[in-house]
Antibody
C-alpha cells in the first residue's frame, strides 16, 4: 500500500490550494479515505472523510464550507480542495485509508506541508 | 461530539521499563478505539485497533485493553525506538473521528 500526497505549498490568507493523494497497492474503490492534518507542534486533527463510492462525505466543523473532499475512482486518487485559507490551516496534511469495513486509519501517506502566510 | 482525553501528557522512562498510557472517551465507544504511534518527522502508524488487536508487524510487547470509556495502551521493555507521541482515536458511529491530544513518551 502506498499513499503519496502532493500539492502543498505557501499560500496567502484567503487563497486556495488543491491537495492530491495518489494511491497504489490496493483495490482503491473498496476503501473510504480521509484527510487528517497536524498543525506545527500540535496533535492530529481529522478533517474530512469520503466513502468508497463517494456517496457519503463528512467534514470537521473547522473546515466545513471551505474545504471539499473528492475522489477519482478511475485514477485511484483523492483530492482536497481548500478555499478561503486561514493562518490556522497551516500544517501537514495526511491522506489516510480506512480498514474496510471498519473505520480506523490503517495506512497513511507521508504528508504534504501547507503554509498559509502573508 | 465524543471527546477523547489522554493522560499523562508526557513521561520519561528508562530503557527496559514499561509504561501504561490512558485514554478516556466522554461517552461509550464500545471497543472502537485505535492507537497510533508517531515518531518525529514521520506519519502516524497504526498500532492497535478494536481496542486490543495489534496491527500487522506490531510486537507483542505492545498491548491494548479497555472498552466503553476507559482504555489503556501498555508497552513493556521499552527501547529507544519507542520514543514517540502516542494518540488514541475513536471510530465508532460516524465521523468526526476524534483523536486524543497525545502522550509523548521519551525513552532515555
Amino acid at each position: 500500500v502506498q499513499l503519496v500526497e502532493s500539492g502543498g505549498g505557501l499560500v496567502q490568507p484567503g487563497g486556495s490550494l488543491r491537495l492530491s493523494c495518489a494511491a497504489s497497492g490496493f483495490t482503491w474503490s473498496r476503501y473510504s479515505m480521509n484527510w487528517v492534518r497536524q498543525a506545527p507542534g500540535k496533535g492530529l486533527e481529522w478533517i474530512a472523510y469520503i466513502s468508497s463510492a463517494g456517496s457519503a462525505i463528512f467534514y470537521s466543523d473547522s473546515v466545513k464550507g471551505r474545504f471539499t473532499i473528492s475522489r477519482d475512482n478511475a485514477r485511484d486518487s483523492l483530492f482536497l480542495q481548500m478555499t478561503n485559507l486561514r493562518d490556522e490551516d497551516t500544517g501537514i496534511y495526511y491522506c489516510a485509508r480506512d480498514s474496510a469495513p471498519d473505520w480506523y486509519l490503517e495506512f497513511w501517506g507521508q504528508g504534504t506541508l501547507v503554509t498559509v502566510s502573508s | 461530539e465524543t471527546v477523547m482525553t489522554q493522560s499523562p501528557a508526557s513521561l520519561s522512562v528508562s530503557p527496559g521499563e514499561g509504561v501504561t498510557l490512558s485514554c478516556r472517551a466522554s461517552q461509550s465507544i464500545s471497543s472502537n478505539l485505535a492507537w497510533y504511534q508517531q515518531k518525529p518527522g514521520q506519519a502516524p502508524r497504526l498500532l492497535i485497533y478494536d481496542a486490543s488487536t495489534r496491527a500487522t508487524g506490531v510486537p507483542a510487547r505492545v498491548s491494548g485493553s479497555g472498552s466503553g470509556t476507559e482504555f489503556t495502551l501498555t508497552i513493556s521493555s521499552l527501547q529507544s525506538e519507542d520514543s514517540a507521541v502516542y494518540y488514541c482515536q475513536r471510530y465508532n458511529d460516524w465521523p468526526p473521528w476524534t483523536f486524543g491530544q497525545g502522550t509523548k513518551v521519551e525513552v532515555k
